[in-house]
């Protein structure tokens, strides 16, 4: 079975802080697709981030970035110079080839000012 | 206007009444997808479907039931709803250029007494 783990619950770091949030999945598959979607409280699901197995380089959309080990299958989201407004939860996801999104469980980011 | 909407946003029901949770994009997709999110648990694929025509069952069907009465809505029914169906649903569509991106409504917190 294809499964995604984020295995840290609940974070919380200082604002102006970097963190990084894990994720890992299992599949069979080559290609691929991975997200990370926030949940704030406004509990709207947001795109983040998207990573595209085949490339090799690590997606980044300003302050958000991705380590994505493929042999390790780990795809971690980095969080720079964080913000009061990141405080969300966090999901990781994954789509194989047929198009259904796998969703991790969650981790849950508190910014602290 | 947002480009997928939900209805109600929120509701309250009691035990065996029977309940339709509406959703409408106007992204122009064909794929469009339901969610129930309960905590610790991320988001779980309760239906799914590619077309007008095309009706797929996800993780987690017991109970529920669609209709996709058009290409832009895409309907979840409960028949009779009991108290372990509360949670927040969640409905989303993708389409071209890239089927591998979700877009998502709001969300309809369901409450069964």
């Known amino acids: 079975a294809q499964t995604v783990t984020q295995s840290q619950p609940e974070m919380s770091v200082q604002e102006a802080e970097t963190v990084t949030l894990s994720c890992t999945y299992d599949t069979s598959e080559n290609n691929y697709y991975l997200f990370w979607y926030k949940q704030p409280p406004s509990r709207q699901m947001i795109l983040v981030i998207r990573q595209e197995a085949y490339k090799q380089q690590n997606a980044t959309e300003n302050r958000f970035s991705v380590n994505f080990q493929k042999a390790a299958k780990s795809f971690s989201l980095k969080i720079s110079d964080s913000q009061l407004g990141d405080t969300a939860m966090y999901f990781c996801?994954?789509?194989?080839?047929?198009?259904?999104?796998?969703f991790g469980k969650g981790t849950r980011l508190h910014i602290l000012p | 206007d947002a480009d997928v909407t939900q209805t109600p946003r929120n509701r309250i029901t009691k035990t065996g009444k029977r309940i339709m949770l509406e959703c409408s994009q106007t992204k122009g997709h064909d794929r469009m997808y339901w969610y129930r999110q309960d905590p610790g648990l991320g988001l779980q694929l309760i239906y799914y479907s590619f077309d007008v025509k095309d009706i797929n069952k996800g993780e987690i069907s017991d109970g529920y039931s669609v209709s996709r009465q058009a290409q832009a809505k895409f309907s979840l029914s409960l028949e009779s709803a009991i108290p372990n169906q509360t949670a927040l649903y969640f409905c989303a569509t993708s389409g071209p250029p890239s089927y591998n991106e979700q877009f998502f409504g709001p969300g309809t917190r369901l409450t069964v007494l």
């Open positions: 996801a994954f789509i194989p080839r047929d198009d259904k999104i796998i």
